[in-house]
Each structure stands twice: as structure tokens, then as C-alpha cells.
């Protein structure tokens, strides 16, 4: 099994710039855990962007819609591992939590929803249905919305890795 770095989106050699871990259990007892957490590392790694407000703010929303995610899909026991990677204007957040092969096909069918030509309507169909929202509406957004390239993979002992790469800020500007 590739480790969680090596999953299949190029720039897995990244330099790290930290790692928080926690228990699946603990974060997914409460919803607002999404928020306090994706808020907190946004304010860590925004300290040196162009606009570190901007920065944090788009951070922390993107993270947030895959911890969300997480919190509604996951397995029922172990750590939630979250790495954070940059180089240059590319950050990679890898998650690496509990999961069995019925909640990788969840994000599976997410992923391959996304990489296709219809994204942006299947997308817009979830974010205005009347129903509960489908588990690949915070993923679908963060490809549309925010050009995040996403990829999974069987990290082992029952986990997978799931991994965002976002270009939030121009360098050139």
C-alpha cells in the first residue's frame, strides 16, 4: 500500500508543514469540531500569504467542506490523521481516516462524479435539492468552486487517505 503522501496526485514529495491527529470518535462527536478545527489550521499556515486573511478564510472553508465530509462518512473507529504540505501556491491537505470498503465507494463515486464533463450540474442538482445532502456535495464543491483536484487511496489497517490539492492564491500577484 502506497503511503498516504504517495497517493496518486503529483507533488507528494511537498514539504510538510504539519500534522494534527485526533480521534475519529471524539472529532465526529460533535459538528462544530469541522469548523474549530479547519479554523485553527487556516490561521496557522496563512501566517505568510499575500493576504493572510483572504488566505485563511478560503482555507478554512475548503477544509472545512472535507472535514465535513469526513464527519458525515467515516469508519467507526481509529485516528483521523490531517497533514498539511505546500510548496509555492500549491497546498495539499491529506486526511487519512477509518474506512471500509462501502465508505471508500462513497468517495470513490464522489471522485468520479467530479472527473466528469457534468460536475458543475451535478453539483448545482445537489447544493439545491430539498433533501438531505448528498455525502459528494462538499467534495463537488470543492472541484467546482475552488479547482481542488481530489484522489483517495487504501492507506491500510482499514483507512484510506483522502487528499485536496488547492491553488488558493495567486503567486504571481
Given amino acids: 500500500m502506497p503511503a498516504p503522501s504517495e497517493v496518486s496526485l503529483p507533488g507528494s514529495d511537498l514539504p510538510q508543514m504539519l500534522q494534527m491527529d485526533l480521534d475519529i470518535g471524539d472529532f465526529c ?12 489550521l487556516a490561521r496557522m499556515v496563512s501566517h505568510n500569504r499575500l493576504d ?30 490531517c497533514s498539511v504540505r505546500r ?28 472527473s466528469g464533463k457534468d460536475a458543475e450540474k451535478l453539483y448545482l442538482e445537489a447544493l439545491f435539492t430539498e433533501d438531505e445532502p448528498d455525502a459528494s456535495l ?3 464543491e470543492l472541484g467546482v468552486d475552488y479547482g481542488a483536484r481530489l484522489a483517495i487511496d487504501r492507506a491500510g489497517d482499514g483507512r484510506m487517505c483522502l487528499v ?8 504571481n500577484e
Fill in 29 to 40: 462527536s460533535n459538528w462544530a469540531h469541522c469548523d474549530l478545527f479547519s479554523a485553527y
Fill in 87 to 114: 510548496q509555492g501556491g500549491l497546498d495539499r491537505i491529506e486526511l487519512v481516516f477509518p474506512a471500509d470498503e462501502d465508505t471508500f465507494a462513497v468517495y470513490r463515486e464522489a471522485i468520479d462524479k467530479l
Fill in 138 to 140: 462538499g467534495l463537488l
Fill in 52 to 81: 493572510s486573511l483572504l488566505f485563511s478564510n478560503l482555507y478554512s472553508s475548503a477544509l472545512n467542506e472535507l472535514l465535513e465530509t469526513v464527519f458525515r462518512v467515516h469508519g467507526n473507529s481509529g485516528k483521523l490523521e
Fill in 164 to 171: 485536496a490539492e488547492l491553488t488558493l492564491e495567486d503567486e
